[in-house]
């Protein structure tokens, strides 16, 4: 069985950082592809970055130059630093990943919410 298990969501004024991590943990095969994905209320589910093993992460246009994704293959670990927050970046953030032989996993989601 495979875990991941997200930390770092919370309650943010505008222009403020947060930093999420996501760990997994259990019977995972190697890693593919680590990333992490939003979904705000009556939206559907958006990729806001992913790094393939061995890539340079991609982002999604909202998120370019102000979050920044990193892994830790060490540690089975993906990382989203978020700067200079907008209230359009409140979300529920799902980390995601893709072992060598196709399988998916999510976490749970974190809550992000960017408000004065």
Partial sequence: QVQLV???GGLVQP???LRLSCAASGSIFSIDVMGWYRQAPGKQRELVASITNGRSPIYADA???????????????????MNSLKPEDTAVYYCNIHDFVGRIYWGQGTQVTVSS
């Avoid at 102000?66 to 540690?75: E, G, I, L, P, Y």
């Fill in 6 to 8: 997200e930390s770092g």
């Fill in 63 to 81: 998120v370019k130059g102000r979050f920044t994704s990193s892994r830790d293959n060490a540690k089975n670990t993906v990382y989203l630093q």
């Fill in 15 to 17: 222009g403020g950082s």
